[in-house]
């Protein structure tokens, strides 16, 4: 399929991953002989046990023979999008690395109270990971560029990359939080619990244009924090939080109107978490959105179907390939 693509002016392809109830997306330009990568979010490390179709992010890139990465994006410090980071980096020479946060190279392990709940405690354990993966990431020559709203990449003549400032205030709260915690300092338990609860509305989003086509990849960000926004039309929507009830707003769905929503998430429905929302998944029928899921979920909404992604192709005169066409060739 590369040497097709190869012969081409320009082509963008797509890989929503099936890394099961996480988050993986492969983006490939093909210039000419030039070939543009950048991996947003890595699932988690053991997604290959989710399902029959689901592999590891470090699985799914051996199969397509991706050994060198130009721009690794991690949203957000939740283990579904950076858990399988470590076994990346082992196969996989990353160039640069965008996150909203990276503990400095003096950084010392988050200390531990006696009584911090589940969710404080997921947070230190993602930080220490996260400390981890970051000095490791640095040996191994990554450049690391802390993100922020409003930060514009252009990778390429024809993609343009935008963060979205929708939800940077919480981000700079974050990142003076667990600054004073490498730094050994107290945090008042009241801070540090919101900052275990904040990560998902305070994701990185990307926004790509190309060939007249606006992608969104929302990560993790709640609707209702998104929509304070002004955002226009798209035509490809990673829905946010794997499609479930905190996902979209009516405003949001409307004012959004994508041609193809993409819902990244296990087989199995989670009634804990309402993940996949069948509410989500009307919102994005009412648009007249194509909704696709990474795995095999529900017949209501499409045929299930046991695939390692859903991949799109955008051609250089805007037109669309849906996953159904990359389907016979196994994505």
Not at 3 to 24: I, Q
Not at 221 to 240: F, M, R
Not at 277 to 296: M, P, V
């Amino acid at each position: 399929m590369e040497a097709v693509y190869a012969e081409a002016v320009s082509v963008l392809r797509l890989h929503f991953v099936n890394v099961g109830d996480g988050d993986c997306i492969l983006v490939e330009q093909f210039c000419g002989p030039r070939i543009f990568r950048m991996l947003v979010d890595t699932g988690l490390e053991e997604a290959g046990q989710q399902g029959p179709a689901c592999m590891s992010c470090v699985e799914y890139l051996r199969r397509h023979a991706v050994r060198h990465l130009d721009v690794l994006f991690i949203t957000h410090l939740h283990f579904d999008h950076f858990g399988g980071l470590r076994a990346l980096l082992r196969e996989v020479r990353v160039d640069e690395a965008y996150s909203s946060y990276f503990p400095e190279m003096s950084a010392r392990a988050p200390r531990r109270g006696v009584m911090q709940g589940k969710s404080v405690t997921g947070l230190l354990d993602a930080l220490t990971r996260w400390q981890q993966d970051v000095e490791a990431m640095r040996a191994l020559g990554c450049r690391l560029h802390t993100a922020t709203g409003g930060m514009v990449l252009q990778p390429t003549d024809t993609l343009r990359i935008e963060l979205p400032e929708c939800g940077e205030p919480l981000r700079i709260l974050h990142r003076q939080i667990w600054q004073r915690l490498f730094c050994g300092q107290d945090v008042p338990p009241e801070l540090l619990y919101w900052s275990s609860k904040a990560r998902n509305p305070a994701s990185l989003r990307l926004r790509l244009c190309y060939a007249g086509r606006r992608v969104e990849l929302g990560a993790d960000c709640y609707g209702s924090v998104w929509q304070v926004g002004k955002e226009s039309a798209c035509d490809i929507l990673k829905v946010p939080h794997h499609g479930d009830g905190k996902a979209l707003t009516p405003a949001l769905a409307h004012r959004l109107h994508p041609l193809h929503g993409v819902i990244s998430c296990a087989a199995a429905y989670i009634p804990r978490k309402d993940r996949p929302s069948n509410t989500t998944a009307a919102l994005l029928a009412e648009q007249g959105t194509h909704i696709w899921f990474t795995d095999a979920f529900s017949a209501q909404w499409h045929p299930p179907v046991h695939w390692p992604a859903a991949v799109f192709t955008v051609l250089a005169d805007g037109s669309i390939l849906e996953p159904a066409t990359e389907r016979k060739t196994g994505g």
